[in-house]
T-cell receptor
Framework: DAGVTQSPTHLIKTRGQHVTLRCSPISGHKSVSWYQQVLGQGPQFIFQYYEKEERGRGNFPDRFSARQFPNYSSELNVNALLLGDSALYLC??????????????FGPGTRLTVT | EDQVTQSPEALRLQEGESSSLNCSYTVSGLRGLFWYRQDPGKGPEFLFTLYSAGEEKEKERLKATLTKKESFLHITAPKPEDSATYLCAAMTTDSWGKLQFGAGTQVVVTP
């Protein structure tokens, strides 16, 4: 079975531009969470979506937004990019079926560089 | 404020030299404690979930344990391929989609 997939792998943008990152969860998983990982730190939670609704939001500005589609894939959008947005953006999926575990499985990430 | 702290920041081991990594957590209520392995430039790879104090899980040379305040990841007789950053993360009872990560322990195993 395919794992979590993310696209693109790498991206270079200029300050002030907008970016869209994409994620496809493991087949059968209905929950997608997004994280930002700056070099040398652990991942920081941005959003969680479950059944196409936002279920959690981390401490990130309104420039960050996301959505989940009927097929459970997800997009993360970042507007007005800043140099500090340069990071590895990770998507994680989980099944969250009642009585199951809460394990999250991560994709390979999208490396965003803002110049 | 919820907090997850890992120590040491870095660990250099000789092949075969066993050691332990520490993850201490201060959270309002723990739903689960997760361990991941991350190779440079890649996404974290799931290792273990622990749900209650006293629980232990093993996988090859790795063993994770949980108490009410901390978790340990024991690496027994490590090999060079165990070199990676090991991350722990807490999920609290008021959230089932958010993992709060520590900064990680970078482990290097030399032949």
């Amino acid at each position: 079975d395919a794992g979590v997939t993310q696209s693109p792998t790498h991206l270079i943008k200029t300050r002030g531009q907008h970016v869209t990152l994409r994620c496809s969860p493991i087949s059968g998983h209905k929950s997608v969470s997004w994280y930002q990982q700056v070099l040398g730190q652990g991942p920081q939670f941005i959003f969680q979506y479950y059944e196409k609704e936002e279920r959690g939001r981390g401490n990130f500005p309104d420039r960050f937004s996301a959505r989940q589609f009927p097929n459970y894939s997800s997009e993360l959008n970042v507007n007005a990019l800043l140099l500090g947005d340069s990071a590895l953006y990770l998507c994680a999926s989980s099944s969250l079926i009642a009585g199951s575990s809460y394990e999250q499985y991560f994709g390979p990430g999208t490396r965003l560089t803002v110049t | 404020e919820d907090q997850v702290t890992q120590s040491p920041e870095a660990l250099r081991l000789q092949e075969g030299e066993s050691s332990s990594l520490n993850c201490s957590y201060t959270v309002s209520g723990l739903r689960g404690l997760f361990w991941y392995r991350q190779d440079p430039g890649k996404g974290p790879e799931f290792l273990f979930t622990l749900y209650s104090a006293g629980e232990e899980k093993e996988k090859e040379r790795l063993k994770a344990t949980l108490t009410k305040k901390e978790s340990f990841l024991h690496i027994t007789a490590p090999k060079p391929e165990d070199s990676a950053t090991y991350l722990c993360a807490a999920m609290t009872t008021d959230s089932w989609g958010k993992l709060q990560f520590g900064a990680g322990t970078q482990v290097v195993v030399t032949p």
